[in-house]
């Protein structure tokens, strides 16, 4: 026997799937936006609902208050499109596309829809985090300049002072699954990034500060100096920078001697541990 709560979802379950079929839907639609070759019949009320600057754009004295016509033609069709279908659908349809999500982010920011900002951060969270880590993998299903294309222009097309889409980035390139050895900050179009985006370079070095760990596994250069040789091994380290030194004891006497961190490693790429004279 259904009760009042069910009976409720079930009504807006049904007005939601109304609501989607209405969009771009000349039936009572009252606003129609243009953008290059693309053109939607949408409601002023729903779209201003969401939408603050589509809220001032309809009702000041501007010709978009006045006409039923709002060109938008330095837009990307297709990122607009699914912003719009949003206002209908409340679902962000990024297309599987951790860019494209970070695209709809940055259209969203610039018309002030604040839900769908945060709708299309969730979306960029749950498609960029798995798949990023997937990338460690041997012919992974994506590659690392996808990722790399995906924060160049979350920085680079976003002011996000919020921190909606920014923080969701954080968090993916920092938490990653136990079972991932490896670390992203290994790959060339991921230090391109750092370089390339002092915001974002900032952004890591105080997550990581945070945390309290920039690798999980390293490459140390063992240096005795009564033995006078090298060794090569691996450490799990925490709060190790590149090149910081740290004191152990030597393997072959009790004298205390450095350890120095040379580069991230892959375990599984390293072997075991090899000493040489």
């Known amino acids: 026997m259904s009760g009042p709560d069910s009976d409720l979802d079930h009504n807006f379950k049904g007005f939601i799937k109304g609501l989607q079929a209405s969009y771009d839907d000349a039936l009572f639609s009252d606003l129609i936006v243009k953008c290059q070759a693309m053109e939607r019949r949408v409601h002023k009320i729903v779209v201003c609902k969401h939408s603050k600057w589509f809220a001032k754009a309809c009702t000041s004295d501007f010709k978009e208050g006045k006409s039923k016509i709002i060109e938008l033609h330095e837009d990307d069709p297709e990122i607009l499109d699914a912003v719009l279908k949003y206002c209908y659908a409340f679902e962000v349809d990024a297309g599987g596309s951790f860019l494209t999500a970070v695209k709809i982010f940055a259209t969203a920011e610039k018309y002030q829809m604040e839900c769908l ?28 300049a996808e990722h790399a294309d995906a924060i160049n222009e979350a920085y680079t097309t976003t002011s996000d002072p919020d921190r909606i889409l920014k923080t969701a980035i954080l968090n993916c390139v920092t938490l990653k699954p136990t079972s991932v050895e490896g670390d992203v900050t290994q790959w060339l179009e991921y230090q391109v990034i750092i370089k390339s985006h002092p915001e974002f370079s900032v952004d890591l070095a105080m997550r990581l500060a945070q ?22 091994g691996l450490e799990d380290v925490l709060n190790v920078w590149g090149g910081e030194e740290m004191e152990s004891t030597c393997r072959e006497c009790p004298d205390h001697y450095a350890f120095s961190v040379t580069a991230p490693i892959d375990r599984q790429e390293a072997g075991n541990e090899e000493d040489y004279e």
Do not use: K
């Open 211 to 232: 945390t309290g760990i920039l690798f999980n596994t390293v490459r140390v250069r063992f240096r005795c100096q009564h033995h006078h040789f090298d060794s090569v």
């Open 117 to 144: 900002q945060r709708a299309a951060a969730a979306e960029f969270r749950r498609l960029f985090h798995p798949s990023l880590w997937a990338a460690l993998t041997p012919n992974g299903p994506h590659s690392t």
